[in-house]
């Protein structure tokens, strides 16, 4: 595949992710996200990483469902089954036929979670090489307390139980990522959704503006 503009020759629409530690908010922010830009007359398309396939909901249910035993490796390799299965059945076509794309996580989320998270020093390499050239426009990444945000979750699932010195690498993770991408990942460092809400706004609109193509 051709790498143009994100990794889609014929590519159209705008491709932004959302990521961020447990509890943070994404789900919030990614239905305002979804509100605003509506109301602004953008075609819009949603998608969650892994799922929104067959396949890849299948995976998702593996991967967070507590009683399942998995080692790092072969988590790491199921993120990037249930990716891949998005990406070829549904994310290029979107990609192609919407104003703006929205991904609840992408391959950001595999960097960090097995990469820092786990230690796994391939989850970089392989994170990149199976996104197929595709890479996001602009990454939110909602940066919260990390006891404040597991404190908001009911039911934890197999990530979310994981000891809190896993969530802090996480952390530091997204942190080490921001500062290698400061044009794509844009840290939003608020707790109220409010805040939120209004920053994250701020930052899509500046990145409309400068956005080169034309809807």
Known sequence: MERVAGGLKDKKALFITLEGVEGS??????????????????????????????????IRQILLDKKSKISPHTELLLYLAARTQLIEEKLKKALRDYDIVICDRFYDSTVVYQGYGLGLKIAQSLALKFCWGIKPDLTIVLDTDIKKGLSRIKNKDRIEKRPLDFHQRLKKGYYKLAKKEPGRIKLIKKESLEEIFKEAEEIVEKFLKRWKRKF
């Open 25 to 58: 908010g994404k789900s919030s922010l990614l239905n305002f996200l979804k509100k605003i830009l509506k109301k602004k007359g953008f075609s819009l398309k949603l998608f969650r990483d892994p799922g929104s396939t067959q396949v890849g909901e299948k």
